[in-house]
Each structure stands twice: as C-alpha cells, then as structure tokens.
C-alpha cells in the first residue's frame, strides 16, 4: 500500500512511494506526530539520480524488518535536496560540523522540535569497513532517546545554538578590487594540475564558475596564464569520459584526476554551466573543439533533457538496466563498451580503428573489463568520415540499450542556467532553434513558476507547480537567464521579467549588512536561516544574484540595484582571495564590475542585415559581463536604446563604460574594437 509519498510532484519522493516505511514529507503534521508519540524524527535527504540514495534504499528502506523497526520507533521523513535545498544546506551544515564531511544520502535524527542530535550519511545493512549497520544505528538512536533524554536534548540544544551564530555579513568589506583578483588567480595557479587540467586531485569536479572567472580576468587583462589553465581543462575534460563521446553532455564528475572514470549520472546545471564556458572559450579563441563542445552539449540538452512542457528535466540517472535482459541494474550500462561490442556493432577493421580512436581496451578502463569511451591525444589523426561513421553506428547501438533513467521534475534555478546557455549558444553559432528553446522554457518558467507577485515556485512537473517556494539562487538564476534571453532575443519583456524577480530579492533576501540569505524573509522557520556564499555544484544565490543585479543595473541605469549588487560582492572581497575555487562566480562577478560592465545598444531595423551583423558582433564581445540591448532606434523595449538614433541612416552601435559614452560606430570591426579590453 503507497505511504504519503504517493501524491509528490518528486520523482525522488516518488521512487519512495511503494516502501513499507510510512514515509511523510517534510510538512509540519510529521513533527507534530512525532510530538504525540514523543518518538525522534529520521530526516532522509537524497535525489533521484544519487547512486548511494538507491542503495540504500534497496538495503534498508525496502527491508519489511527495517521497516518495521523504523514504523515502531520513529517518524520517518523523506526529502528531495533538490525541492527543498533550504532544509537540505541547514542540516548538511550540522552534519559537516559533526562529522567533518557530508553527502547524500544524509541520514539525521531530529527531536520533535526538528533539531538534530545525531548524523550520518550512507549506512550498510551489515557492519563493514568500520561503519555500523543502520539497524544499530536505529537501536541505538532509540535506547539514547528512551533512556538518556537529557542528554539528547542537550546535544541537540547545543547544536542549534552553534549554528544560529554563524550568520554571515560582508557588506561593509567594500568591492573586490585588483588585488584580490590577483590573489585568487595566484592561489589558483597553486591547485591547478599542469599534467591533466583542473584544480586538486581526484575526485574532480568541472570547474565551471571558475573557468568564467580565469577567462573573464584574460580577457580584462591578457593574463595568458589565465587563459592557459582554461582552455587546457576544457581540452582535457572534453577528451576525457567525463563527456560523453558519443551523445554529447557531461557526467557529474571524475572518480580519477585523469577524467577518464566518471560518476555517470548527468546533471542539467552542469551541462548548462559547461556549454556556457565552452562557448565562452570559442569566444575568446576560435577554438574549434570548444565550439563543436558547447553546440553538442546544448544539443544533448534539448534532445535528452527537455520535457513536453517545454522546460528542462532535473537529471539522468547515473544506474540504468543491463542489456542482457536480467533486470539487473549497474552503474554506467547505458555508456560502457567492450573490444567484443565494439566488433558486434562495427565490425573487425572498424571496431580496431574505434578502440584506438576511443581508447577502449582489452583489460578496460572501467569495470569488468569495459571502458568508457575518450579521446586520447596519441591516437593521431583520424578520417573525419570514419570517425563520423563509426560514431553514428555507436550510438544507434547505444539507443537500443535500456535507457537511464529521468528526473523529469523542472527546477526553476537549473532551467534558468539552461536559458541563459541556449539563448548565447543560439546567437552566437546561429541557431534560432536553440533560442527558440530557450524562450519555450522561459515562458514556461514565467507561466507555470510564477505568480502575479513574481514569487517563484521552485519545481514543477509534469505541468503541475510544486509546493516549495523558491530560494535565493532560483530568483537569481531565472534573473540571468531572462536577461542572456533579453540580450540576445531583442525582446525586452525579459529584462522586465528579470527586473521583477530582482526586486524581490531587494525585498525579501537581502540582510541589513549587505548580506543575502537563501530564504526569503516570510519563508517557511527552519532551525537557522540557510546561507551560504559560496559556489560548489552550480552558483550560489548569493554570488548569483550580485552578478543578475549588476546586468541589470547596467542595463536600466538604476542605482539600488548597483548598490545592493556591490554590498554582496563584499563576500567576494573576503574569501575571494582564500577560497577561490568555491568563489569562482562571484570572482568573474567582479570582473565585469571592475570593468564596467560596458552597456552596449545596438539601433537598426529589424531584420537589417547590418543590423544582424552588429548584435551579433556585440554579442561576441569579450568585455566581463557586458550587456546587450537592440532594437529599433525609437523602440522602448529597453533603457539602453532611448535617444539612440541611426547614423546616416545606417545601424549603429553606442557602447558606454563608467558613465562615458564612446562615439556610434556603423562598422563591424570598429565595435570590436570598442570592446577589446581596456585594463
């Protein structure tokens, strides 16, 4: 019979569904039981493409005896990080406090009154390499509770008041200037790996924010080192089999620091964040592999992510079925290939030539003797027909192969990083149908996320909102997305769009001190108001909202938003210099306030061919944070364009820096050079 889990808009909750634990989701009715059963609370937190989140809930969650012990004795309850990311940070914080690491699954028992006095995060369903099983685990949680309340309370007491004094406030720090982006890159440069790209060891996660950080400074300064740790890490994922040769898209991250062996499950705000950057890099340097990267990734992403509503799903699932009919599931199917597979579908010349191309081996590079396809700098130069070839063949074989699985719910935050890629891939390689895609999901977003107000909704699925209102880094995600969506579209309802979510941040996130918090002010008490700066998978509200509000005060000329925009980049200027591989979207941030960021409004008929060439020009411009409007000299679609007229009768361009406005120019190359670096 279906626990309470059975009416969730989580595919995660959902998967949860059909277990013998009673599951509730996390509504205040759950701790209210707990209260009138004085039983403690078991917080599971996981997401639907988390392997060790399926493991155990093979293990433990669909034991019958588990079960029955977890019924008895507690009120379990069942959450999906990726709806609530607010109950999800507060207590992996406590976690990390306790313990000195975290990660999902998180496993934490809470009193009545949702305080945690016990942490954990994977547990077996036997004792091994140290950890005990969880049924001892639950024992044990339930005889302290039983018999030592006292000291329950106390730990759980302590715990809360440790964590209510850990507010941040950085808004009296000033703006990062020079030094401390000097700084940063210099620390940079010390955890950089010269033989394989990327920062420190394995595992290694894409650098996404960061790689915007060091082409940004390149392109502000000419720092060549800057550009070199980039594009050699890009070069190097993208070779590796954290990217998917076959079907573009890139995997959550290597196990090795080689990026050969990735965690397999593919995550929409990395693929979104990577095309971004590989488009960024051919921006900066023609580089055709940078190119051809950041067109298959926004490829992948509409092929395989995209739902019927229009938006973007969350995820791919790391675990799909084994093709041999067994029903077995395993990490990687979907992906791996075998010398003998390879000669199946390719034949015995063709297979040779792909097992050198690939680099699949007779011992494997995975496991079980299969690899996971790369490219290998010593295979030499191919046949780009073979090559084109031996790869369609591959992937019509792979199609035939059970799928992975999908995590169809759209985030609103994730869908806005995905807006914003789609929408400057599309302009810059030509590809209306890209921006076309963008501006479906950003109607959807508009429609289905937010209400009269402009309050977000954080997910939705299957064309149904979900319950949870939107945290800092959805408003500030969509907000980027709209405005890349207004920059390239022409179509300034985007930038009023993104001026209505950014006046509720203004509003509702921002702290006396300059300081931002990833909850609104009238949202749901937990036991601490979550905040956190810092960028780790994807940007963080924080950095994310101090970047959306400069476009946008660059875009409409208003001071507040400018304000509140330098105030946040305070945290930037403290821990910017120390930590900057988790700072890495507020330090490229302050590069485009260190240059302005310049205003570009481009004037012309719509449709003009001179027109086409100058948008697209000022699009391609490398300045940090540029922005972009155009339209028609007497069209009030954006600020930008008033009193803007033709020159001679022909499309101009009018970039202004600082409150200095250069003369029009009607020429192609004398825009770029209005936005070459300056210093």
Wanted: proline share 6%.
């Amino acid at each position: 019979m279906p626990n309470r889990l059975a009416q969730a808009t989580s595919p995660y909750l959902l998967q949860h569904a059909d277990n013998p634990v009673d599951w509730w989701p996390w509504v205040p009715e759950a701790f209210e039981e707990a209260r009138r059963r004085d039983v403690p609370v078991l917080l599971s937190v996981g997401y639907s493409a988390c392997h060790w989140c399926h493991v155990m809930a093979h293990e433990s969650f669909e034991d019958d005896g588990t079960a029955a012990y977890l019924n008895e004795h507690f009120v379990s309850v069942k959450v999906d990080r990726e709806e609530r990311p607010d109950v999800d940070a507060v207590y992996m914080e406590a976690v990390q406090a306790a313990t000195g690491q975290g990660g999902w699954p998180m496993t934490v028992f809470l009193t009545p009154g949702a305080e945690p006095f016990y942490f954990g995060t994977y547990f077996p369903p036997d004792p091994r390499h140290g950890m005990p099983s969880f049924r001892q685990v639950l024992e044990g949680v339930h005889h302290a509770w039983t018999d030592r309340r006292g000291e329950v309370d106390e730990v759980a007491g302590k715990i809360v008041r440790d964590l209510a004094g850990r507010t941040l406030a950085h808004g009296g720090q000033g703006v990062p200037g020079e030094a401390e982006l000097a700084q940063a890159l210099l620390a940079l440069t010390r955890e950089y790996d010269p033989a394989h790209g990327g920062f420190g060891g394995a595992p290694k996660f894409p650098p996404s924010m960061v790689l915007e950080f060091l082409l940004r400074h390149y392109a502000r300064t000419g720092a060549e080192g800057a550009l070199q740790m980039a594009a050699d890490t890009c070069e190097a994922m993208a070779r590796g089999g954290i990217y998917d040769q076959l079907g573009g898209g890139f995997a959550r991250y290597s196990v090795d620091r080689e990026w050969v062996i990735p965690h397999f499950e593919k995550m929409l705000y990395d693929n979104a964040l990577l095309c971004r950057v590989y488009a960024h890099l051919w921006r900066v340097t023609g580089s055709d592999l940078a190119r051809r990267v950041a067109l298959e990734t926004a490829d992948f992403m509409v092929r395989e992510l995209r739902t019927p509503e229009g938006g973007f799903a969350s995820a791919l699932d790391a675990d799909s079925a084994l093709p041999d009919g067994s029903g077995r599931h395993a990490e990687g199917a979907y992906y791996v290939w075998t010398p003998g597979v390879l000669r199946e579908v390719l034949g015995e010349d063709d297979a040779e030539f792909a097992m050198r191309y690939f680099g699949v081996t007779e011992e494997g590079t995975f496991e079980h003797g299969s690899s996971v396809l790369q490219l290998p700098r010593d295979a030499g130069v191919a046949d780009a027909g073979r090559v084109a070839s031996v790869r369609g063949r591959l992937l019509a074989a792979r199609e035939e192969r059970p799928r992975p699985g999908r995590d169809d719910k759209i985030v609103a935050a994730w869908n806005g990083l995905a807006i914003a890629a789609l929408a400057e891939v599309g302009g810059y390689f030509d590809r209306p149908d890209l921006v076309e895609r963008a501006t479906e999901a950003a109607d959807l977003l508009v429609r289905l996320h937010m209400d009269d107000g402009a309050r977000l909704t954080r997910t939705s699925k299957d064309g149904h909102a979900g319950a949870n209102a939107g945290v800092l880094e959805d408003y500030a995600d969509v907000a980027e997305g709209f405005l890349a969506l207004a920059s390239v579209s022409g179509e300034g309802a985007w930038l009023e769009f993104a001026g209505f979510l950014l006046d509720i941040v203004l509003d509702r996130f921002t702290g006396s001190e300059g300081q931002l918090y990833d909850t609104a002010h009238d949202a749901e008490r937990l036991i601490r108001r979550p905040q956190d700066p810092t960028d780790n998978a994807a940007p963080a509200g924080w950095t994310a909202a101090a970047g959306a509000l400069l476009s946008y005060a660059a875009h409409t000329g208003s001071q507040a938003h400018r304000a509140e925009a330098e105030r946040a980049l305070g945290v930037v200027k403290a821990l910017g210099p120390r930590a900057p591989r988790f700072m890495g979207w507020g330090l490229a941030v302050a590069e485009a306030l260190l240059d302005g960021p310049r205003e570009v409004a481009v004037v012309g008929t719509p449709g003009d061919a001179g027109m086409r060439k100058l948008h697209r020009a000022a699009l391609l411009g490398t300045a940090p944070g540029a922005v972009v409007a155009a339209g028609g000299p007497d069209s009030d679609e954006f600020p930008l364009l008033a009193d803007r007229p033709l020159v001679g009768g022909r499309p101009a361009a009018y970039v202004c820096r600082h409150f200095v406005c250069a003369a029009p120019v009607t020429e192609v190359d004398a825009l770029r050079e209005e936005l070459a670096p300056r210093g």
